[in-house]
């Protein structure tokens, strides 16, 4: 599936595939800490205004 993922031209700018196991379809109810801290790092790595 992640390779899939990766090369699907419906997300030409995808910059990281994070597989969290042992998750249904509410990741971010289920596994709130692992989806927060995927969230935050994310969002460092944006420019600043």
Known sequence: MRA????S???PHLR???DIPD???WI???RPTEVNAALLSFLQTLPTA
């Open 4 to 7: 899939r993922i990766e090369r």
């Open 9 to 11: 031209p419906r997300a």
């Open 16 to 18: 990281d595939v994070l």
């Open 23 to 25: 998750c249904g379809d």
């Open 28 to 30: 971010q109810q289920e």
